[in-house]
């Protein structure tokens, strides 16, 4: 098991128990404590939790959010296409991030990658990424990582998915630039393009879709084929796929027809 793997691992369990011991730690993930131990003294030094004497605890309000918000479906899946996208990633990049569980694994892993790319002194004077998000709960865990930068679009906030959204938050859109927008969404149509569930949140995703110079679709292969109330943008405007291995061999023929680069993880 690879460090990033087992940082994923830990804080996928700090986050279900809200604190961590060094021993069940290294039993769980067969490794020894001296491991668990660094694992948690390099965790902290970037602000991912505390350390306590035997363990760690949850980092202040950063997990309270994504506790509530995190998904118990396809959670393995959703992680590795994090790792995938934060992958696709270039230290300097601006990064727009609209919400979602998905989305919000693609933060973890970006913060994991980040703290990876510090350790081989590939740190510059400036933040590391800017991360341009609607969501609540993502800027929540990133604020308090010194290598980002984060930019909060303000908005009305929808309760249901911790996104701001309406002429607030396409007001501070409209003055920025993306790098890249890596979008969440409920339903991949060959046909009919990418979609979600709620008209404000579509709108705002596809107004991180025109602002960016690059287009990153994260979903798990649950979506894919399906439909949702509302469109967000055709396939024409999607550069990069990620999904994970369960991506059917036609639909994925008919995504890279479309010139859609298709990542399977």
Known sequence: MSKQERWSKLLELLAVDGRLEVEGAAATMTVSPATIRRDLDELADQQLLVRTRGGAIAHGVSYELPLRYKSSRQVSEKQRIASAVADLLTPGDVVGLNGGTTTTEVARALTLRSGGLAERGENSAGPMFTVVTNALNIASELAVRPQFKIVVTGGVARPQ?????????????????????VLGVDGVDPRL???????DEAGISRLL?????????????????????????????????????????????????????????
Request: net charge negative; charged share 20%; proline share 2%.
């Open 161 to 181: 998915t911790y996104e701001l959204v309406g002429p607030l938050t396409q007001g501070v859109l409209n003055q920025v630039v993306l790098d890249v927008a």
């Open 193 to 199: 393009g990418v979609m979600t569930h709620h008209e």
């Open 209 to 265: 879709t025109e602002r960016a110079r690059q287009v990153i679709i994260a979903t798990d292969s649950s979506k894919m084929g399906k439909r949702a109330f509302a469109r967000i943008c055709g396939l024409d405007r999607i550069d990069v796929l990620v999904t994970d291995s369960g991506l059917a061999p036609d639909m994925a023929a008919r995504l890279t027809e479309a010139g859609i680069e298709v990542i399977s993880v």
